[in-house]
Each structure stands twice: as structure tokens, then as C-alpha cells.
């Protein structure tokens, strides 16, 4: 079956460490994004890439930095600039005037 | 620019009562409307969309929506609530053209089901 495939499901941070989140896709789709959801906030968009090689920031990008290399694979690194990262990130594909399909997530904490 | 109000952070009804959770939009290009679900610690699934054409539209799970463009809004329904549709829904807009990919979501409302 095709779909989105995020990993880890949880992953813990310490002070000072970049982690990166892995999102693959095997829908075909061209284009891919992370968003950052908070308890009361609904999502928001970090970053976001219409095709391969190109990508373009979101309204939270700050922190965070991405890479499009393949058309599949869209992964989101959480650098030690961001100083809040504990939150569930969701990465998401579509091609156009589709809906957007949606992986299961990770959660970042921070130890 | 686009933005989207979900009037309601919690919504509870009992079990075979009518569910509405609202949602109001602002776009400046004619819209494309989406409901959400999520259950905890998933991602979201898609209920309905709609694009063009007939206003009123049928998703999943016997939700649907209609969309009034004179009252720009968006408001999810179910005839009857079961115990499974407890969950947290997202109301989210994206325009057309350039932006047609970028969804703008509400905060969500979180539906609790009363036996």
C-alpha cells in the first residue's frame, strides 16, 4: 500500500544536539511538508518543497533546516537554534488539486 | 492571505445526538474547504473536500459539510454521533493558483462523545 512513512515515533533531544526526522513517501507525489503541532495551535507549516532539490520556508522555519534530494525522501532537521522543539511533527505529500495525505508523526522531547 | 476560525476548542455530545463543529474562513481567491480527523498520537485523515460544484459535500464516516460562501464558512456534521467519531478535528483552506498547495488550519476542535 502506499503512504507516508515517518520515523522514529518518538525521539528525545538533548541540549546543543540537531536531530533529524525521516519522512519517505511512496505515493509519487511531488510535493512534500512538515508541519509543527502544539496542544491548542493546530498545525503549522515549517517548511516546504514543490520539487526535488528545491524547497521554501514555512511560516516556523526558523531552527529547522531540510533537503529534497530525492523525490521520496523529505527529512526535517530540529537544530540546536530552535529552542523549543518538544512538539509532534507531521510530514505530508500531495500532488496538484489533490488533498493533502498525511504521515503518523513524530514526537520530539527533550531530555 | 488566508485564515480559518474554529469557533469551539471542545465540543461534547452524547452518543446519537447531532454533531456541528463550526468553521469560518477568510481567503482572498475562491477556496478549496478540508475537514480533518485525528486520533491521538496518529497523523490527520482526510473526511471531506470541497473544490467546485455542490456545496454540499459528503465525506467518511457519515460526516458531511456545507459550504456558504455568503457566510464563509464551513461547518462539519453528523446526523447521529457515535463513540468512535471522539477525536480532534482540523477545518483547514488553501487558495488556488500559486498558493493552491499551502493549507491554512483552524487550532481544531476536540469532539468527546457522551455515553
Known amino acids: 500500500d502506499g503512504g507516508i512513512t515517518q520515523s522514529p515515533k518518538y525521539l528525545f533531544r538533548k541540549e546543543g544536539q540537531n536531530v533529524t526526522l525521516s519522512c519517505e513517501q511512496n505515493?509519487?507525489?511531488?510535493?512534500m511538508y512538515w508541519y509543527r503541532q502544539d496542544p491548542g495551535q493546530g498545525l503549522r507549516l515549517i517548511y516546504y518543497s514543490q520539487i526535488v532539490n528545491d524547497f521554501q520556508k514555512g511560516d516556523i522555519a526558523e531552527g529547522y533546516s531540510v533537503s529534497r534530494e530525492k523525490k521520496e525522501s523529505f527529512p526535517l532537521t530540529v537544530t540546536s537554534a530552535q529552542k523549543n522543539p518538544t512538539a509532534f511533527y507531521l510530514c505530508?505529500?500531495?500532488?496538484?488539486?489533490?488533498?493533502?495525505?498525511f504521515g503518523d508523526g513524530t514526537r520530539l522531547s527533550i531530555l | 492571505a488566508q485564515s480559518v476560525t474554529q469557533l469551539g476548542s471542545h465540543v461534547s455530545v452524547s452518543e446519537g445526538a447531532l454533531v456541528l463543529l463550526r468553521c469560518n474562513y477568510s481567503?482572498?481567491?475562491?477556496?478549496?474547504l478540508f475537514w480533518y480527523v485525528q486520533y491521538p498520537n496518529q497523523g490527520l485523515q482526510l473526511l471531506l473536500k470541497?473544490?467546485?460544484?455542490?456545496?454540499l459535500v459528503k465525506g467518511i464516516n457519515g460526516f458531511e459539510a456545507e459550504f456558504k460562501k455568503s457566510e464563509t464558512s464551513f461547518h462539519l456534521t453528523k446526523p447521529s454521533a457515535h463513540m468512535s467519531d471522539a477525536a480532534e478535528y482540523f477545518c483547514a483552506v488553501s487558495g488556488l493558483g500559486g498558493s493552491a498547495r499551502q493549507l491554512t488550519f483552524g487550532s481544531g476542535t476536540q469532539l468527546t462523545v457522551l455515553p
Open positions: 505530508a505529500s500531495t500532488v496538484l488539486n489533490q488533498p493533502q495525505h
Open positions: 470541497y473544490t467546485t460544484g455542490a456545496t
Open positions: 505515493l509519487n507525489h511531488d510535493a
Open positions: 481567503s482572498s481567491v475562491p477556496p478549496y
